[in-house]
């Protein structure tokens, strides 16, 4: 199956820091999605990317679809606390088929007070 | 709000005993799904349904079995549960979201399940 690499695993960080994660594909995706899990829930959308070099911001986070369709970033400035959790990248090549997704495996971050 | 509810959220359970996850979603969605996600996997899809009594298989359904009588429940069934089973349990609903109308998955909060 079609494989996301997602990068870092894990990061460490201090408050107000900025953080900076990314997917790559060796694959085309049409749709790049960003989801946020914190400690017993379900992921929850931050962003959703439809175009190529697209760059769309929620709050103090950006994330962009790469110009080769094969990549995706996602940037946290000034990290607080409540910005702990798990980070998945997923990506989609088919417009409208959600069964298509494929998730990466996620980046654990962490913020020291 | 998705309104997905999830049940149970716990369980344990003993290798070989049947086991039914319950998912009841409150907005008529067309299409469900149910994930496992597990240290080092990811998400990765068990079974989706496009509709009531159509269901389809994901890339890990060995295993599992799935039923969908009406379109607010979709069931994820262990016939007979095993170690490497052990897992955390995502249904999700396709929803569009936002001003572009973008179709994408909402999760419901997780059925931690253990097989002993």
């Known amino acids: 199956g079609q494989q996301l690499n997602q990068s870092p695993q894990s990061m460490f960080i201090q408050e107000g820091e900025d953080v900076s994660m990314n997917c790559t594909s060796s694959?085309?995706?049409?749709?790049w999605l960003w989801y946020k899990q914190e400690p017993g829930e379900g992921p929850v959308l931050l962003i959703a990317?439809?175009?190529?070099?697209e760059l769309t911001s929620n709050g103090r986070l950006t994330a962009q679809f790469g110009i080769t369709r094969k990549d995706s970033f996602l940037n946290i400035s000034a990290s607080i606390p409540s910005d702990v959790g798990i980070y998945f990248c997923?990506?989609?090549?088919?417009?409208?088929?959600?069964?298509?997704?494929?998730f990466g495996k996620g980046t654990l971050l962490t913020v020291n007070p | 709000d998705a309104g997905i509810t999830q049940s149970p959220r716990h369980k344990v359970t003993e290798t070989g005993t049947p086991v039914t996850l319950r998912c009841h979603q409150t907005?008529?969605?067309?299409?469900m799904y149910w994930y496992r996600q597990d240290p080092g996997h990811g998400l990765r899809l068990i079974h989706y349904?496009?509709?009531?009594?159509?269901?389809d298989k994901g890339e890990v359904s060995d295993g599992y079995s799935v039923s969908r009588s009406k379109t607010e429940d979709f069931l994820l069934t262990l016939e007979s549960a095993t170690s490497s089973q052990t897992s955390v349990y995502f249904c999700?609903?396709?929803?569009?979201?936002?001003?572009?109308?973008?179709?994408?998955?909402?999760f419901g909060a997780g059925s931690r399940l253990t097989v002993l």
């Open positions: 997923a990506g989609r090549r088919d417009g409208g088929s959600n069964y298509k997704l494929t």
């Open positions: 694959s085309i995706f049409n749709t």
């Open positions: 349904s496009y509709g009531v009594k159509d269901t």
């Open positions: 907005e008529n969605h067309r299409y």
């Open positions: 990317l439809y175009k190529a070099g």
């Open positions: 999700a609903i396709s929803e569009r979201t936002g001003d572009s109308g973008a179709n994408v998955l909402t």
